[in-house]
């Protein structure tokens, strides 16, 4: 079977009189060309559905996706609560344990920087007057008297979910 492309080669070389076609072998052709041509569009118009269907369904995912996290946000927060509450720090079942721990991050402080603490923190703030937070963190571990003013200690409550 010939392609689109073989089928309008052969039809412009008989419009322009390089190959010699009878009326029949031209209605044969031109047949051709448009069967080619319903297919393509065809295949396109599956193609088109089969892509919107799958945005769609794309679209649904997310939704379901944001449903389940924040599902899982709420009971994660439910356990910390209940644990918190009743001052448990592990609670163990058949096969799995729950511990309740605390992470401690420095942060640096939000705060507006003025000439003082540019004469003073040159190294750890840009030319746009805002802090370079991983210089600062790093100047930080160096030296954690001197720029304990402006950092701050952070924690955040975790469960972690282990076999027992």
Known sequence: MSTLNDLLTTLREAEDGLLDMDMSELQATLGSVR??????HEVMSRLESESERMFKLSKSFAIRKKSLDNQLKRLKEYI??????????ELYGDTHKLKLYTRSSMKVKNQEIDS???????????????????????????????YAFLMEKT????????VR
């Not at 069967?35 to 393509?40: G, L, Q, R, S, W």
């Not at 910390?80 to 720090?89: F, I, P, R, T, V």
């Not at 955040?156 to 282990?162: A, G, P, Q």
């Open 35 to 40: 069967h080619k041509v319903d297919d393509i």
């Open 80 to 89: 910390m609560y209940s644990m918190e509450l009743d001052g448990a720090l």
């Open 116 to 146: 003082s603490l540019f004469m003073d923190y040159p190294e750890v703030i840009t030319r746009t007057y805002a802090f370079d937070k991983n210089v600062l963190k790093d100047k930080h571990k160096q030296d954690p008297e001197k």
């Open 155 to 162: 924690e955040s409550k975790h469960i972690k979910v282990s």
